[in-house]
């Protein structure tokens, strides 16, 4: 199919630099290749890093938290684009189809609530479970497709290198510090039963007050957000997701592209196409479960694994959603 040119809008009313972010610069970053894009995002510590992650040719429009409703509405009517894209809840609460001519569509980055999203042409999520939930009460389109593993961008120079001995085991993970990512879990399981000749790093934002939690055990590394995931997930020996939810789960798809073994909670993000991939799979918030694969893995000669991922192509998804605009729009 041919796609006509685009104006495209992207919203993300968030503080963050999270996998949610991260693919808006992604997909707008492919989309700017032949449409004329633009991205609002409220004021953040992020915006340098942001702006430098995106193409030149994007137009980045920062708004500040009061009055981000009439903001919004100044710059549609501007613009007046063809698409407008939101992600995450807190665009759709604001966002009115009377401020313009365009055609509305999320990303559904969290679960639906109906009352936010009834306005909109479309709606692109990423789980089954996600989509039967959405078919229950919306009208209109809705289509189902996978994430991509995230483009990290590489630094020339790191401000604290990771210095580990290379005959400890190294378990990693990467995220939010949120109850949902089952972080704490984790680290609680991996203090308690204390496996010899290892070490835990888990990496993310909101990770102070965990650090003065697990303090006093110096096997278990906390660290803020890191520029460089990359860097990271090549000083990892296992990867271990405990996710209690997640929409789809970004950071299990990095971890495969960095060819890891992994360790993994099922759940209804990533129930559809796990099953395909040779993973050690355990229960959510079982901790007899997430000790016994610790220990299997730990006492496993390091290797690395190359994985499928060609249904998760970069490429292809961003292609699909053009796809979709055009059809909503036509």
Not at 256 to 275: A, C, F, Q, S, Y
Not at 298 to 306: F, L, P, V
């Amino acid at each position: 199919m041919s796609i006509i040119e685009m104006k495209i809008l992207h919203i993300i009313l968030s503080e963050a630099l999270s996998g949610s972010e991260k693919y808006v610069i992604d997909l707008a970053n492919f989309q700017s290749k032949k449409h004329n894009v633009l991205i609002v995002n409220l004021r953040s510590p992020f915006d340098l890093e942001i702006k430098k992650s995106l193409r030149s040719n994007i137009k980045l429009l920062t708004i500040n938290r009061f009055f981000k409703s009439f903001a919004i509405k100044k710059i549609i009517k501007k613009e007046n684009p063809e698409i407008v894209h939101t992600h995450l809840g807190e665009a759709a609460k604001i966002i009115k189809k009377k401020w313009g001519n365009f055609k509305l569509i999320t990303t559904m980055h969290m679960n639906y609530k109906h009352k936010y999203f009834k306005k909109f042409d479309a709606i692109i999520c990423s789980n089954n479970t996600q989509k039967k939930e959405i078919q229950k009460k919306f009208k209109g389109q809705i289509f189902r497709l996978n994430l991509w593993p995230i483009n990290s961008k590489k630094e020339k120079n790191f401000s604290k290198k990771l210095n580990t001995s290379k005959k400890k085991f190294i378990f990693g993970s990467i995220g939010r510090f949120h109850k949902q990512k089952g972080f704490e879990f984790l680290a609680d399981t991996f203090d308690k039963y204390k496996i010899p000749n290892t070490i835990l790093i888990l990496i993310g934002d909101g990770y102070e007050k965990y650090k003065k939690k697990y303090i006093h055990n110096k096997s278990i590394k906390i660290m803020g957000y890191k520029k460089n995931t990359n860097y990271y997930y090549n000083k990892f020996d296992t990867f271990v997701i405990t996710s209690v939810w997640e929409s789809f789960g970004i950071t299990l798809l990095e971890a495969m592209k960095n060819r890891l073994p992994i360790i993994t909670t099922v759940h209804e993000g990533n129930k559809d196409w796990i099953k395909k991939f040779n993973l050690t799979k355990i229960k959510i918030n079982n901790e007899k479960d997430l000790k016994n694969a610790l220990v299997k893995h730990s006492t496993a000669k390091k290797r690395r694994i190359r994985y499928n991922l060609t249904e998760f192509s970069y490429g292809n998804i961003c292609n699909k959603i053009l796809v979709i605009y055009q059809k909503i729009i036509t």
